[in-house]
């Protein structure tokens, strides 16, 4: 049959699926963000921390990355439920000591789940695991570099080491690991983009000249129509819905695009104010157009060529800034609408009502995120998306644009910092100009090639800055073999992960300060600086004492590393920057484009935002100077019988593979994580019932087959023929191989799938055995119902 992943223990002792779930935020979402903050940091840690979260004199939030009012403008509690999960997660008094590792063989935690290593705590010392043994043991960092330094000096090339980035490393931290990494000879910086929003980067960059969006937090506020699509805002990027219910109650029309009716985008009880306490909140959603899984090409093209036949089109604009147009429109006119409904699962009445409210509409902000960017022929939906924002003229004015919402803190400003396996050849020019060595010019690895080159022996030592690599990338079995043939492992973390289970040959978890804590490196208060989704750059600094002495700052961890492996090469002055972040600030100053100034303009209130050509000036620094019409083939994700397409997704208690609790409160799962969502009428069809234990067998081109084990069907409303599914259980379903043309970002939503009955439970058997037991064999005797959320 191919792979079939291990189930770790369950977690889910009492499964419960409402009848109901809720409008997001409102009153529970602020008793649920208290109970979380206090369980983990206490009442005065909790008013301590979230009373400086996103503020202009505090820390920025560790979780999404969607920008922060102006100065002036912010609440005194300028956070949502689940940025304060992930600051109750980071500032938690819970303590993972050496005396845990000693209790705990790799063996061991190895059976455990995501979920319960990440409740143990904060990571208290440098820990090393040695070549055959079965427990890490404590180390000193002067020992731990001396590992790490020599390792790296033993490799016979450079590009035998990987060097990964979470989204989450400020700039500051950023730019000197790429720095270093570019100064030891390689390029084989992969990052957690390149398993999220790198379709994004590359479409945009190949059709506007820049791979960011084109927006500001104030178009959004004040854009006529908003349309988000393949985004879960309730639960992804919760303080969107702030925006989304300003611009409603400004006169804006939102149009939601998604498999699933999720709640968040159908109704907003905001929990800063009186009407979304004690009132029924704010209607979002005006037409909701639940596409079928990898049908929204086929929903673009179909929207474009009604835009067309009605003539909605900004021509002075297409004429002054674009080129290929008219090749474009000739094969967006010949579209056929059979295929286009067939595709889509969307009515042509309905694309049709999608269109008059575009055409009626002067200004227009698109939003997307990772239900977009994670099929093969993501690159291409960007790049429609694109192209009816071209048409009518939706970049570089006000309340219009493009609005790829980013899913980690930093993500994008680790980008622009250089972390990047391909870097142009401007960043790399204007790198050797002000440390005086020639870089590397040759491209390094990505996510899913770093991957390739562990298993096979060609990368030796992976280092990763943050993150849970394994968790995060696809096809956990082959990632789990690449990391365990590594030399060395190094992973730099606040709190434990599966990735530090999944151990080279030797082991090193390097602990960190996180954001909420001070970072006295050098002897002087220091701060750091991140780039929300929307370009703009700010301060963050930390007001809670470390969790341990034993904590280094991720700048004097790159800087510490970069002495032992390369000592005084290319004279970089890397005590310097450890002692003073300011020094590292001056050289983004110089080296970054866009960046001049960069020390000054972060002191001032807010920050500053980094220039974006296309927004700024409708200038489009594509290779013809103009913004790139594209044209792509409409294509069918043909399904066998008795199949369905499923989507990986989050729970609610979940950020990125960082698993808070059980519960998917909008969509009405609760202590549960092994759940699969299937039509009502699709499971009555497969011949299971809802609540049966099923596996899950993917299917691939190539004949391969993989599982993932146990899943108990849920009943949800969505397009025939498509399931839902949380990740990273569902990671060992798909291939590396199975990524995006063009990006190489893994396929996570458009997963071929059928399901298997475990060992022939069913529901209506387990009910009868009672509720309250909890031992692992009567884990799954329980009674469950359908969701469909209102």
């Known amino acids: 049959m191919g792979f079939r992943a291990p189930r770790k223990d369950v977690d889910e002792s009492d499964l419960a699926v409402g009848a109901e779930a809720h409008a997001a935020a409102g009153p529970t979402a602020v008793a649920v963000a208290m109970a979380r903050s206090i369980e983990q940091m206490g009442p005065l840690r909790t008013a301590r921390t979230l009373l400086r979260l996103n503020q202009v004199d505090g820390f920025d939030c560790m979780g999404c990355a969607w920008p922060d009012p102006e100065p002036g403008h912010r609440h005194t509690a300028e956070f949502c439920e689940n940025g304060a999960k992930a600051v109750a997660e980071e500032a938690t008094l819970r303590r993972v000591e ?5 209790r705990h063989s790799l063996a061991e935690l190895d059976t455990k789940t995501d979920y319960w290593l990440g409740q143990q705590g904060r990571i208290t010392h440098p820990m090393v695991k040695r070549d055959g ?3 890490y ?4 960092w002067e020992d731990a570099f001396a590992l790490i330094g020599s390792t790296l000096r033993e490799l016979a090339s450079p590009d035998e080491a990987v060097f990964y980035t979470s989204g989450k490393t400020s700039n500051e931290a950023a730019f000197a690991y790429q720095l270093f990494v570019r100064a030891f000879g390689t390029n084989n910086l992969p990052d957690c983009s390149n398993m999220c929003h790198e379709s994004t980067s590359v479409a945009l960059a190949e059709t506007i000249g820049i791979g960011k969006g084109s927006v500001s937090l104030a178009d959004v506020e004040t854009a006529q ?3 988000v699509a393949g985004q879960n805002p309730g639960t992804n990027h919760p303080r969107m819905l702030s925006a989304l219910e300003k611009a409603k109650r400004a006169g804006a029309t939102i149009v939601a695009i998604n498999p699933l009716r999720e709640p968040g985008l159908v109704r907003f009880k905001n929990p800063q ?7 029924s909140g704010t209607a979002l959603a005006d037409l909701y157009l639940q596409v079928r899984l990898n049908g929204d090409l086929a929903l673009f093209q179909g929207l474009a060529a009604y835009l067309l036949e009605r003539g909605a089109i900004d021509r002075a604009f297409i004429d002054a800034h674009t080129v290929g147009y008219d090749a474009w429109a000739e094969h967006v006119r010949a579209v056929d609408w059979a295929e286009i409904e067939r595709a889509s699962g969307v009515s042509r009445a309905q694309i049709e009502e999608f269109g008059a409210i575009i055409a009626e509409s002067s200004a227009t902000v698109y939003c997307w995120a990772m239900g977009i960017t994670q099929h093969r022929n993501s690159v291409a939906i960007i790049k429609e998306i694109v192209n009816v924002a071209l048409m009518r003229g939706d970049i570089g004015k006000p309340g219009a644009g493009l609005c790829p919402v980013r899913g980690h803190s930093n993500v994008q400003g680790d980008r622009t910092m250089g972390i990047w396996e391909r870097p142009s050849e401007v960043f790399l020019d204007r790198l050797q100009a002000e440390f005086g060595f020639e870089p590397p010019r040759e491209h390094g690895f990505d996510a899913v090639e770093a991957v390739r080159a562990l298993d096979e022996g060609r990368a030796r030592f992976f280092f990763g800055m943050g993150g849970n690599f394994v968790s995060a990338i696809s096809d956990t079995e082959v990632a789990e073999r690449a990391m365990r043939r590594a030399d060395l492992t190094v992973h730099v973390s606040t ?13 090193l978890i390097l602990p960190a300060l996180g954001r909420t804590e001070k970072d006295l490196t050098g002897g002087r208060e220091q701060r750091v600086t991140v780039e929300d989704s929307m370009s703009a750059v700010h301060a963050s600094k930390g007001p809670l004492k470390p969790a341990s002495p034993h904590l280094r700052s991720e700048v004097d961890i790159v800087c510490s590393m970069a002495e032992a492996a390369i000592g005084t090469r290319h004279a970089i002055d890397w005590g310097g920057f450890r002692d003073d972040y300011t020094a590292i600030r001056r050289h983004i100053g110089r080296v970054v484009p866009g960046a001049e100034r960069y020390d000054e303009l972060v002191d001032q209130p807010g920050g500053f935002v980094l220039p974006h050509p296309p927004r700024d000036s409708r200038t489009f620094e594509t290779a013809v100077g103009k913004a790139v019409f594209s044209v792509s083939p409409l294509e069918v994700l043909e399904v066998p019988e008795g199949r369905l397409v499923l989507q990986t997704m989050r729970s609610h208690d979940q950020f990125n593979t960082t698993i808070y609790g059980l519960d998917d409160r909008y969509r009405g799962i609760k202590n549960a994580r092994r759940v699969v969502l299937v039509h009502p009428e699709d499971v009555e069809a497969l011949g299971f019932a809802v609540g049966d234990i099923v596996d899950l067998i993917s299917e691939w081109h190539d004949g391969s087959q993989r599982c ?7 009943a949800y409303e969505q397009p025939r023929g498509c399931a839902a599914a949380y990740y ?10 199975s990524k995006a043309e063009g990006s190489n970002t893994p396929t996570s939503k458009s997963v071929i799938v059928r399901l298997e009955a475990a060992a022939g439970r069913r529901a209506g058997l387990l009910a009868e055995a009672g509720a309250g037991a909890e031992d692992g064999a009567d884990r799954d005797k329980r009674p469950i119902a359908s969701a469909h959320p209102s």
Request: glycine letters at 6%; charged letters at 20%; hydrophobic letters at 45%.
């Open 98 to 102: 050496p005396d845990f590792f000693a």
């Open 133 to 135: 043994a079965t427990h």
């Open 137 to 140: 043991e404590p180390i000193s």
């Open 225 to 227: 129509v908003i349309v």
């Open 273 to 279: 104010k009186v009407r979304g306490v004690v009132g």
């Open 495 to 507: 709190k434990l992960n599966r990735s530090h289970v999944v151990a080279g040959r030797q082991a």
């Open 708 to 714: 993932a084990p146990d899943f108990r069907i849920v």
């Open 728 to 737: 990273p259980e569902t990671n060992p379903l798909v291939p590396l191989d």
